[in-house]
């Protein structure tokens, strides 16, 4: 089988590569013309040139592929150019999927986000559960909402396409880093010394990876799974940090209206004023408003997604992040 990764230089798509490899498939990676490689390196890979926004590029990447992965996405909490989020993750995810229904591709797994799957109050989310655009905020929530919307239409046109939904991912490979590795990343810097009381869940990224392939292999087409596995607070995450760390984690609880202002002020002083990324995402804080705890047991059940213990990952993602030079501090 040759499968086509988009989002292969990214991440998820970093470990979904390997991972692949490893089990013997032939693996085609869509790249921007500027895009960094450095996950890529030394991979018995095929690099194409194409982007999202051009279908002729699309259409030529999937030639000769059985499958296709499609975990390319815009995942930033801010940007000075909205539009581009959209045109990536919508107009990229409806390109790269009708040129997939075009070329008869065997197979799609297209890679969503928890941000679509609603989370009732006092309860935990499940794929029955469906995220309002009213109710997400910043544009790429919004938009992998909007695509995943695509996703499926597409499935209703006859492409078997599985969507998976990762929840927070911890591992290696996380080059951006993504604002899941920024959480890790400030911690060992010491840029952590409080906390907001919420929610999320945790997984191994290379659960993430594998239930991708199982997704492939097992998953039902137009169907939801979420890749998810442990419910922590944002203060028992950092505290698992502390543990394979040595490091004290915070244990300063800071009010969630606090947390919003200072954003609020960081995007008006960084973003507008100082035309630099803002270090804490408007976006990002208002989301931790909400306990965003969930019900895996339908990948589990149905796909045989890992749940590997948390603390193989974080150990993997510290040492990853201080090899190469993302730590400031001994």
């Known amino acids: 089988m040759k499968a086509l990764v988009t989002g292969g230089t990214g991440f ?33 890979v095929e690099c194409v040139l194409g982007d999202l926004r051009d279908p002729h ?9 059985n499958a296709l992965f499609h975990a390319a ?8 150019n909205p539009s581009a989020v959209y045109e990536t993750n919508v107009g990229g995810t409806r390109n790269i999927l009708s040129a997939a229904l075009e070329a ?6 297209y890679t969503s986000t928890e941000s679509t799957i609603g989370v009732p109050a006092g309860a935990l989310g499940s ?9 997400l905020y910043g544009d790429y929530k919004k938009s992998k909402l909007l695509a995943e919307r695509v996703a499926l239409e597409m499935a209703g046109r006859g492409l078997p396409v599985t969507i998976v ?34 929610g999320l869940n945790v997984i191994d990224v290379a659960d993430v990876a594998r239930g991708h392939l199982l997704a492939l292999e097992r998953g039902r087409e ?10 922590l607070t944002l203060r028992e995450l950092l505290g698992g940090l502390g543990a394979v760390t040595g490091r004290r984690a915070a ?29 804490i995402a408007l976006a990002a804080v208002r989301t931790a408003r909400k306990i965003r705890h969930f019900d895996c047991s339908k990948a589990v059940k149905e796909l045989g997604l890992p749940q590997s213990p948390l603390e193989g990952a974080l150990t993997r993602a510290v040492a990853w992040f201080r090899e190469r030079g993302y730590v400031r501090m001994t």
């Not at 137009?222 to 419910?231: C, D, K, S, V």
């Open 165 to 198: 939904n990762p929840t927070m991912p911890i591992g290696a490979w996380d080059i951006k880093p993504t604002p899941t590795g920024q959480v890790v990343v400030d911690f060992l810097n010491g840029r952590m010394p409080a906390y907001v009381n919420t």
């Open 127 to 135: 794929e029955e559960h469906v995220s309002s655009v009213d109710s």
């Open 222 to 231: 137009g169907e939801r799974y979420i890749l998810g596995h442990q419910n």
């Open 12 to 44: 998820i798509g970093a470990n979904l590569v390997r991972l692949l490899l490893d089990e013997g498939l032939s693996v085609r990676v869509l790249v921007r013309p500027e895009s960094q490689r450095t996950n890529l390196d030394g991979l018995d």
């Open 251 to 279: 244990n300063v609880r800071i009010p969630l209206g606090l947390a919003v202002a200072a954003g609020a002020v960081d995007e008006l002083v960084r973003g507008k004023m100082l035309k630099r990324h803002p270090r």
């Open 104 to 109: 008869g591709i065997e197979k799609v797994v």
């Open 57 to 65: 590029s699309l259409t030529r990447a999937l030639q000769g592929c």
């Open 73 to 80: 996405a815009s995942y930033v909490f801010w940007t000075r």
